[in-house]
């Protein structure tokens, strides 16, 4: 059961927007550049300035210290200094007594603009030398030697959208003055301690100025690792000059339109196939469509690479990959972060492939499943493999076979409805790639009346991590769990930590809890033992009598009842100079069967059963862990179906609301959900014996575009398109186009 579960059913959880403000709190809202690329000759704010309740216009001018939010690269300005890059970049920050006020004053700025031709395509971009960080390259053996001893060589190319996060909670910061220069800041931050220097580094004070609170996130999914941080620092900034409390939360219709999504991709790949169907070489390009400033997008654009040969054993492989600059909102981090990207370009060789050799696509991908030993293209051994024991127990349950068989036969007996089938194999790394960063941390005190209280590094989003921490130290304690309280995330009592990313929240901070945690226990067992107390727990009864006395007599025993703990995940590194290492702290498999049905003549479809067999370790709490797959899963599906993110050639997104931006729906959704989990499946590498859980299930949605397509194929033969999403639209002009819907959306 969720941690929160409880509180969220009778509304009595606070999210940031809830949250009773200070006397005399100013309300912010953000004046945007209109304009994708040029230069802000002249900015008049008098009009905003005399707009009802407008307290002040804060500019570039009034930063006091580094008017720079990028981490990675600092090339993301907080506020325009001049030029702007997409439409939407903020430039200004309205104050007034209401959010009413604050929004109605934004539109009153008028501004005079040299405007210069933006750029929205990444393989343009690339062609103009406007890339972001360094071209990479991974590679294992050399594909050049090995095309002429291929039976098959195909090329080809594919694309995928961008996504909208679409977290039900927007962009939200409130920034309060404290005592002297001190400053509390709320924000909906998937990273405490990077708000919190970001805005140190802003406001020209110390970290220890700057105390970050997240109670929770109302969703994240990547759109709060990095770009949460902007309207925290202006909340903040705001604070500061006015000496007063401030707000601001994002109105939906300009969260989607100025805030980072997913990556849009174009990939030119070549593939290399024995007889047999053996993959021998491939080598692929990603053009990644980085948007106006670096973000994350470097390290997106890594675990791009990481994850090329998705779940396969490619011998020789060369993977190239750029961050190419555009006159979009920078995107961002999003559930899979560049990982999907990846795996639809290789998912696109083989079924591509498959009409060639004459091998049907799911045969291609078990002939070439991982094996344990083999080596992954940047280094690691496969140790631990999963990928054959997901794809025996799923063929066993859910016998793959007759589903294909269905989908032929029904295909075969009806002319305008067909059905698809298709399975996606998963695999996908857990650490963050940047090894540095693989940190987890946790505060934990027993109280004098027995209850205990948790502070990690983690923050709640809604995955569950606080309710994983709750039973990690309530299994070590061996007390129930209700005793135990999962506090917000803090910057004064979990310093320094990592934003909560790349799946492993409840892997670095649940164990640094389980560290801390053991600790106490050994002093309270050693205490136990000196003052000859009884057990607090036989045989799974928990006596509270006993535990209480306990912790009284351990307090007036002067013995200690709190631990603080570092958790740093052992043995793993890169090398970047060579791009080789072992990064990953282990891999997630799984593997998932999707039956789609199609409507030949309107192009609807709909998603009738997901089968999936998904590897969870030793699963810490099974409830969060099905939330997670089955999240992960719709969310991945709506990514290559009905999300379909669109902007013109002048820079503007023309998907702001959920009128004009779909995601799955109860309806559109999938109809049958079941999921297995492997079986005897600890996993050594994390805590408790569980697995990461967070990301991997995102990847199981690519099976709907290829089962979608399979269904088109059994209408049309040639209907074969490699352009993510797979809209209703898409398909109906690709069906019914004699161009193949090339010159359509
Ligand atoms: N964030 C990050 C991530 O900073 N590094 C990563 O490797 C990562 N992976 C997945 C999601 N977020
Ligand atoms: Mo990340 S895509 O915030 O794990």
């Not at 704010?45 to 580094?66: H, K, M, N, R």
């Not at 439409?87 to 700025?109: F, H, S």
């Not at 998705?310 to 492989?317: E, F, G, N």
């Not at 990690?472 to 506090?487: C, D, S």
Request: charged share 20%; glycine share 8%.
């Amino acid at each position: 059961m969720n941690y929160d579960l409880i509180e969220h059913v009778k509304g009595g959880s606070i999210y940031i927007d809830d949250k009773p403000l200070p006397k005399g709190t100013l309300h912010a809202a953000v004046i945007t550049s209109p304009s994708a690329k040029g230069l802000i000759t002249k900015a008049n704010y008098s009009e905003v300035l005399s707009s009802t309740g407008v307290y002040s216009v804060i500019t570039a001018d009034d930063i006091p210290g580094d008017n720079q939010i990028g981490t990675i690269i600092k090339d993301e300005p907080l506020l325009s200094g001049g030029e702007v890059d997409y439409i939407g970049m903020p430039v200004a920050l309205v104050l007034a007594d209401t959010k009413l006020n604050a929004l109605l004053a934004v539109r009153k700025a008028l501004f005079e603009i040299t405007e210069h031709k933006p750029v929205v395509d990444p393989r343009t971009a690339y062609k103009k030398g406007e890339i972001i960080g360094p071209e990479r390259t991974f590679s294992m053996g050399n594909p050049k030697e090995i095309w002429s001893t291929c039976a098959y060589v195909i090329e080809g190319s594919a694309e995928s959208g961008a996504q909208e996060h679409f977290y039900l909670e927007t962009q939200a910061a409130v920034a309060v003055p404290g005592e002297g220069k001190r400053l509390l800041v709320y924000s909906s931050t998937q990273a405490p301690a990077t708000v919190q220097k970001v805005i140190a580094s802003v406001l020209d004070l110390g970290m220890n100025d700057i105390e970050v609170d997240v109670r929770r996130l109302g969703g994240a999914f990547g759109g709060k690792e990095d770009q949460a941080t902007a309207w925290a620092v202006l909340a903040a900034l705001g604070a500061k000059i006015s000496g007063k409390a401030v707000k601001l939360v994002l109105p939906r219709s300009q969260d989607m339109v100025i805030t980072g999504k997913r990556h849009p991709y174009s990939s030119d790949y070549k593939i290399g196939f024995s007889k047999e169907g053996k993959i021998l070489a491939y080598t692929v390009m990603f053009y990644q469509n980085t948007g106006a400033a670096a973000d994350l997008s470097t390290a997106v654009l890594e675990r791009t690479l990481f994850h090329a040969a998705a779940c396969y054993y490619i011998p020789d492989i060369t993977a190239k990959a750029a961050c190419c600059r555009t006159n979009l909102p920078p995107f961002t981090a999003f559930r899979g972060f560049g990982g999907p990207q990846g795996m639809f370009v290789i998912e696109s060789a083989l079924f591509k492939a498959a009409d060639i050799i004459g091998i049907p696509y799911f045969e291609l991908q078990k002939i070439n499943l991982l094996k344990e030993g083999d080596i992954f293209p940047y280094g690691q051994k496969v140790l631990n493999c999963r990928a054959e024991k997901c794809l025996t127990l799923a063929e066993k349950t859910y016998d793959f076979k007759t589903s294909f068989k269905e989908a032929e036969q029904f295909n075969s007996l009806n002319s305008i409805r067909k059905k698809g089938f298709s399975v996606m194999p998963i695999c996908f790394g857990i650490s963050f790639t940047n090894t540095s960063l693989n940190q987890g941390f946790a505060l934990l005190n027993i109280y004098q009346d027995g209850t205990v209280g948790v502070s990690a590094g983690a923050v709640e989003m809604g995955q569950g991590v606080n309710r994983k921490i709750q039973l990690i130290v309530a299994g070590v304690f061996q007390i129930p769990p209700e005793l135990i309280k999962i506090e917000a995330s803090n910057t004064t009592r979990t310093a320094n930590s990592s934003a909560t990313a790349a799946s492993c929240g409840a892997d670095l901070n649940g164990k640094a809890a389980e560290i801390a945690a053991l600790s106490i226990l050994t002093r309270i067992q050693n205490f136990m033992k000196e003052k000859n107390f009884r057990s607090y727990s036989n045989d799974g009864q928990f006596n509270p009598e006993i535990w209480k006395k306990i912790i009284s007599a351990a307090y007036w025993g002067q013995s200690t009842l709190s631990a603080f703990a570092h958790y740093v995940t052992p043995d793993i590194y890169f090398d970047k100079s060579t791009e080789k290492g072992d990064p990953f702290a282990y891999h997630a498999y799984g593997i998932a069967g999707i039956q789609t049905s199609l409507d030949c003549l309107t192009g609807e479809y709909t998603i009738d059963k997901v089968q999936i067999v998904h590897d969870l370790g030793n699963s810490i709490d099974t409830a969060v862990d099905i939330g997670q797959i089955e999240g992960g899963l719709v969310q991945g599906i709506g990514w290559v179906t009905v999300e379909e993110f669109l902007f013109n050639e002048n820079g503007r997104i023309l998907t702001n609301n959920c009128g004009n931006y779909k995601v799955p729906d109860t309806k559109g959704s999938v109809d049958i959900i079941e999921i297995e989990f492997l079986k005897d499946a600890e996993n050594p590498n994390a805590v408790f014996g569980s697995k990461a859980v967070g990301e991997p299930p995102f990847l199981y949605g690519i099976a709907a575009y290829f089962s979608i397509l399979s269904a088109m194929k059994a209408y049309k033969k040639e209907s074969i398109l490699f352009n993510a999403p797979l809209t209703p639209e898409k398909v109906f002009f690709n069906l019914f186009l004699s161009d193949n819907g090339k010159n359509k959306r």
